[in-house]
């Protein structure tokens, strides 16, 4: 608490699809254990190091085990401020490391087995929330934030702009955004799947299922203390009882994408171009907060809607674990030297939780 903490990178490479075998791709990324991974390709010849490397025939399971994301659901549980975010190129697998592959298919519950990070994490909460006695209130709030308009996934009706605001005690926060209380499992995953199924998704050359927006989900905990006989008319948190309020939230990011690539015009165009100035924000962000905290100089947060959200996370008190994901195709090559320039170059963020 207080001291300077790393941001927490990991990565994952997704097996090459049935499309990129059966055309052949070579495949170009190898990890070479402990956390190192290397690209070799006509003229490239790189290594990076990572807190932890997944490959291809890494499980869900061993994902959220081993990327720290079950110490994350018990500092948030303890009063701090979490975020894991998903980063990579289109297709390169972020949503489903963060939610498996049930995004896709709606009809059918994929198996426990292919459950992502944030099923794995709500299960996980539950039972902190069980075995500490302490009583814990969770609520979430699901936003996303496309074409620079962020707008509530969980609120009926069509989608509106939320607008996002700033004070000196709140930080950056959205007005209005609703916050949904939840008790069970089923409860938090049924909110998920609303909210993910109200997501803008089009279809496009790359990736039939694309997400068009970057989407925001977060839990809200307030630790209560548990009274006997509470006071009549005495709220939760009020004076005789400390509460702590942490919150987890995950990101799941729009992927970088050349326009030219996906073969995005017109409506498909104008997506790809918000969403790519936001990611280039976030980009700049990065390496403005990768340099020691003597040498900073202002962090235009202000930038974009996103690097507004996440701003806690980069550079304020949170606590924030980064997956990034790429492919391991010959013909990805130029985006995964790019995430994992970037990935490489966040893990020398630091926050003060
Ligand atoms: P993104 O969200 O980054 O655009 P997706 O998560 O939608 O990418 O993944 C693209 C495709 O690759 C999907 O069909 C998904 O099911 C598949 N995929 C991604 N990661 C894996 C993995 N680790 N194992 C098996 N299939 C995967
Ligand atoms: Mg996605």
Not at 68 to 80: H, I, K, N, S, W
Not at 320 to 329: G, K, N, W, Y
Request: glycine share 8%.
């Amino acid at each position: 608490e207080g001291r300077e903490t790393r941001l927490r990178v990991v990565l994952r490479v997704r097996p090459l699809t049935c499309t990129e075998t059966r055309r052949g791709d070579q495949q170009v990324v190898h990890s070479l254990g402990d956390g190192a991974v290397h690209v070799s390709a006509a003229r490239h010849d790189a290594t990076f190091g990572f807190s932890a490397v997944f490959d291809a025939g890494a499980s869900q399971e061993a994902v959220f085990e081993g990327s720290g994301m079950r110490q994350l659901v018990e500092l948030a549980v303890d009063g701090f401020s979490c975020t894991v975010f998903a980063f990579g190129q289109t297709g390169s697998g972020k949503t489903y490391t963060l939610m498996g592959p049930l995004a896709q298919s709606e009809t059918q519950p994929a198996s426990p087995a292919l459950l992502g990070l944030m099923q794995r994490s709500f299960t996980c909460l539950l039972e902190q929330s069980r075995s500490r006695g302490s009583d814990l209130a969770l609520s979430a709030s699901y936003l996303e934030i496309y074409n620079e308009q962020v707008r509530d996934l969980l609120s009926p009706g069509p989608p509106c702009a939320l607008p996002l605001r700033w004070s000196k005690t709140r930080g950056f926060y959205v007005e209005n955004q609703l916050s949904v209380e939840f008790e069970s499992l089923e409860a938090i995953v049924s909110l998920l799947l609303q909210g993910s199924q109200r997501r803008r998704t089009s279809a496009h050359a790359l990736n039939r299922h694309s997400s068009r927006s970057h989407a925001l989900l977060t839990v809200h905990i307030r630790s209560r203390a548990v009274s006997a006989h509470p006071a009549p008319g005495e709220g939760w948190g009020g004076s005789a009882c400390p509460s702590k309020q942490g919150a987890l939230c995950f990101v799941d990011l729009a992927g970088s994408e050349r326009v030219k690539e996906t073969g995005s015009s017109g409506e498909l165009s104008v997506e790809a171009n918000s969403i790519n100035r936001s990611l280039l924000a976030l980009g700049h962000c990065i390496s403005l907060l990768a340099k020691p905290r003597g040498k900073r100089t202002h962090i235009p947060y202000r930038d974009s809607k996103l690097t507004r959200l996440l701003a806690r996370s980069l550079g304020g008190s949170g606590i924030t674990l980064m997956v990034a994901c790429i492919s391991p195709s010959s013909r990805c090559l130029s985006e995964t030297l790019s995430t994992l320039h970037y990935a490489s170059r966040a893990r020398r963020v630091t926050t003060r939780p």
